[in-house]
C-alpha cells in the first residue's frame, strides 16, 4: 500500500519557500529584460537525444537542433557540462563561453535544473569518450518555478508518484518505459485483431441499464432527460447486439467503471477488450485469447517468458487447459461430478467454508470452493473451463450437462487475466436467468445483473454461435512489465483527495 505523503519539516519548507521565491525572482528579471520564456512558441528539432547515440558515425561533425529539459548543469569556469533529456533519452551538452558567446553564456549560468532548452551545436565525442553536442545556440523555450526532486525515493513516495506523475515520468524513465510499452501493446493487440478480420467499434458509455457483467455501477442523472443513468460496467451486451445485427467479428478497447474497491490490483476505472466472433465457441476463444496474448508478447517484449515479481511466467503457446470441477478436485480433494446437490452441501460444510444464504445450490458450492482453494495455485496461463450455470449469467449451457456453462477464465500468477463464454442466444433460457439474477439483485445484491428487455428482444431477431472474450488491458500490462500494483500501470490512478 502507498504511503501517506508526510509533511516537509519547518526547516524544508523554508528551503523550498526561498527556492520558489528565487526562481520566480528569475522569471520576472528575464520578462523585465524582455526575455519571457513564455512568449516562446516553437523550436523547430532536427533530432531526438538517441539519435546521436544510435548514429553517431553519420551525425558525427553534423549540426543538430534538439530541445528538451535540462536535468544537470555541471559549471567549471568558461565551460559547463549539462544534461538534456526528452522522450527518448539524454544527451550531454558542451557549452562554452567562447563558443556562444559571453552574454549568452552569462544567461545560460543562470539557468536552473529543470528549465526546457532548445539549443543547436554540432555533434562530436569528449575526450572522455562521451557522445556530446557542443553548444552554439541556446534559447530558453519555458522556465521551471518548482525544484525538481534531488532524489527520487521509488516506492518509499508511490503516494507522491502516484499523485504527481508528471513528475515522476521527468525523474524516472523506467516509468515512461511502462507506458510506452503499454502503448505498444495496446497498438499490438489492435494489429492483431485487425488482422483477424474484427472490427474495431465504440458502444456507450452511459447507459440506462447496467450489464455484462457482475459489478457495482456508478450512478449519475441525466439533466434533460430526467433519468438516472450509469456508467458501463462492460461492453458486452451491446458487442453482442451487434452480432445480431450482422457485424460477425467485433471488438472494443474501451474504459470500465466499477464502483468498487481499491487496491493493488483494482481500479475504479479500468481499460478492457472485448470481442465477439459469430460461428465459433469457446474454444475458438481460447485459441484467439493465447495467440493474441502470444503475438503481444512477442512483437513488444521480443520472448513469450517474461519475470513477473520474481518469478517466470511461460507464455508460450500451449496454455493448460482444465474444467473447474477437475481444478476443485486437485486442489480441494473434492469431486463435484460425483456428487449431487445434497452430498456437495455436506461436503462443503465438512471442509468448515462459510456458504451464504441463497447460495446452496450445487454450481455456487463448486464455485465456493474453487475460490477458496484453486486460484492461488494457478501461476503459470491456466484455461478453467465449465462454469456453473448459477454464476455464468450470459453463458451458454453444455449441452452434455446442463449444471454447467461452455465458459472459461484464463488465470495467471493466481489473477484472472480474462473471461470468455460460448454466449447464449436463447432469449427463453436469457430471460430465466435475468430473472434469478434480478431476485438476488431484490434480494439485496447490488452487483446481480438487471433484466434488458432491449437485449431480450435483439435475441429473439436471433443470434449465431457466437465465442465472446473480455480481457483486462491493464492487468496484462502488469505481467508484461513486471508491475506490482495497477496504479503502476495507469497514467492517473484514482485517489483519495488529500483534503
Known sequence: MAEEMKAPRPEEAADLNELLRIRRDKLAELQNAGADPFVQVRFDRTHHTTDMILNFETLEGQHVRLAGRMMSKRIMGKLTFADLSDRYGRIQLCVKRDLLGAEEYKAFKKLDIGDLIGVAGEVFRTQKGEISVRVEELVLLSKNLIPLPEKWHGLKDVDIRYRQRYV??????????????????????????????????????????????????????????????????????????????????????????????????????????????????????????????????????????????????????????????EA?????GLDFMGMDAAQA????????????????????????????????????????????????PLAKRKPSDQRLTERFECFVYGRELCNAFSELNDPIDQRGRF?????????????????????????????????????????LVMFLTDSPSIRDVLLFPTMKPLD
Open 168 to 325: 515522476d515520468l521527468i525523474i524516472n524513465p523506467e516509468v515512461r518505459s511502462t507506458f510506452e510499452k503499454r502503448s505498444a501493446i495496446v497498438r499490438e493487440i489492435r494489429r492483431f485483431m485487425d488482422g483477424r478480420g474484427f472490427m474495431e467499434v465504440e458502444t456507450p458509455c452511459l447507459n440506462t441499464i447496467p450489464g455484462g457483467a457482475a459489478a457495482r455501477p456508478f450512478i449519475t442523472h441525466h439533466n434533460a432527460l430526467d433519468i438516472d443513468m450509469y456508467m458501463r460496467i462492460a461492453t458486452e451486451l451491446h458487442l453482442k447486439r451487434l452480432i445480431v445485427g450482422g457485424f460477425e467479428q467485433v471488438y472494443e478497447i474501451g474504459r470500465i467503471f466499477r464502483n468498487e474497491g481499491m487496491d493493488t490490483k483494482h481500479n475504479p476505472e479500468f481499460t478492457t477488450i472485448e470481442l465477439y466472433q459469430a460461428y465459433t465457441d469457446y474454444h475458438g476463444m481460447m485459441d484467439i485469447t493465447e495467440d493474441m496474448v502470444v503475438h503481444v508478447c512477442e512483437t513488444v517484449l521480443g520472448t513469450t517468458k517474461v519475470t513477473y515479481q520474481g518469478t517466470e511466467l511461460d507464455f508460450t503457446k500451449g496454455w493448460k487447459r482444465m474444467t473447474m470441477a
Open 328 to 332: 476443485v478436485k486437485e486442489y480441494a
Open 345 to 392: 452441501l455436506e461436503a462443503v460444510k465438512a471442509k468448515g467454508l462459510a456458504i451464504e444464504k441463497g447460495k446452496e445450490s450445487w454450481g455456487d458450492l463448486l464455485a465456493r470452493c474453487y475460490d477458496e482453494y484453486v486460484e492461488e495455485n494457478l501461476i503459470q496461463p491456466t484455461f478453467i473451463t465449465d462454469y456453473p450455470v448459477e454464476i455464468s
Open 435 to 475: 430473472e434469478r439474477q434480478a431476485a438476488l439483485r431484490a434480494a439485496g445484491d447490488d452487483e446481480a445483473n438487471m433484466m434488458d428487455e432491449d437485449f431480450l428482444t435483439a435475441l429473439e431477431y436471433g443470434m449465431p454461435p457466437t465465442g465472446g472474450m473480455g480481457m483486462g488491458i491493464d492487468r
